[in-house]
């Protein structure tokens, strides 16, 4: 896949972004806040105002709106997932370019990687835990 030329002497932060089985590889370089998200549009990619939101929220609270151009490659998982998975890697990406922003990041819980996944089906059951119907006859 063919990165899109960045002028030189502008320094690039790269962070890898995860949440559920989502995973989101995100580029931050200096520009107007333009989102692009597996080469589309920001608001084409994730059409509902939560998962926008959900994005945003890192450039919000850091109080970088409009400051950064992100570039996004996302795969795995849902759309709500990967929407997860992308304001994770905005915020590591964020703590890259300045060092002085992880306290606020940490402190809105934006570093945190969400560990929660799907439990594996165990043999003998219906589901993760669900049995079969017990009958006593």
């Known amino acids: 896949m063919a990165r ?5 002497n502008t320094p690039v932060y790269y962070a890898t972004g995860r949440r559920k089985t989502a995973i ?7 520009g107007k806040g333009k989102i692009t998200i597996n080469r589309k549009a920001f608001e084409e990619y994730l059409p509902r105002k939560v998962w ?3 994005v945003q929220k890192p450039l919000e609270v850091t ?8 570039s996004v490659r996302t795969f795995g998982g849902g ?29 809105a819980g934006l570093l945190t990687r969400d560990p929660r996944m799907k439990e594996r ?6 589901r993760a835990r669900k049995s079969f119907q017990w009958t006593k006859r």
Not at 63 to 70: C, L
Not at 87 to 107: F, M, W
Not at 121 to 126: A, F, H, I
């Open 79 to 107: 759309i709500a997932g990967q929407a997860g998975a992308i304001r994770h890697g905005i915020s590591r990406a964020l703590v890259k370019s300045d060092l002085e922003l992880r306290p606020e990041l940490k402190k």
């Open 52 to 54: 926008q939101l959900i």
């Open 121 to 126: 089906k165990k043999y003998g059951r219906k």
């Open 63 to 70: 109080k970088n709106a409009g400051k950064y151009d992100i």
């Open 24 to 30: 989101a590889k995100v580029w931050i370089t200096s």
């Open 4 to 8: 899109k030329a960045v002028k030189k």
